[in-house]
């Protein structure tokens, strides 16, 4: 079992095995659309962790593209009731919308900084706006971003990935 500080985890934890109980992460669109997606590989554990955090009442953050891409999924892979489960996330569990205004003005710098996508650099700007413990997330490019800066909890087949890109 792993928690966001063990040694040698380069602020990377698979949540899978994540044993703590954040106080507040920002989840990303990927994350959201894999727990949401029972079609999607690694449905099951992303929507026990989604699942989990909800238990745990863990304050769950994310930001405006976030819903945009959302949305884009839902329809662009056939499933618009997607959408509906979204919906009830959002009404039943600690989830807070943050404002693409309050994170704007640090995306060019973290975008120049890490090599990192516009909607990349709102997530990770999210993530320190509202000082969240984690980011949880299925993309490991967002370990290209200092462990210092912004800890990790991504599924176990992106812990390698993400952790090489700390290196």
Known sequence: ????????????????QFVGTPVS????SWFLRRA?????????????FLQRLDLLGTDCYYS????????ESAHSIGQPEMLAEWNEVKWSTRVHWVSIDAVTDDVEELVADYGLTASGAVQVATAIA???EALVTVD??????DAATLQLLVDSASVGPARRHRR
């Open 130 to 132: 509202v000082e969240a």
């Open 36 to 48: 949401m997606d029972t079609r999607a590989s690694g449905h099951p554990e992303a929507a026990a």
């Open 140 to 145: 490991p490019a967002f370990g290209s971003v």
């Open 25 to 28: 992460v920002v989840v990303d």
């Open 64 to 71: 405006g593209p976030t819903e945009l891409e959302l949305i």
């Open 1 to 16: 079992m792993s928690s966001l500080h063990d040694p040698g985890s380069f602020g990377v934890t698979a949540y899978e």
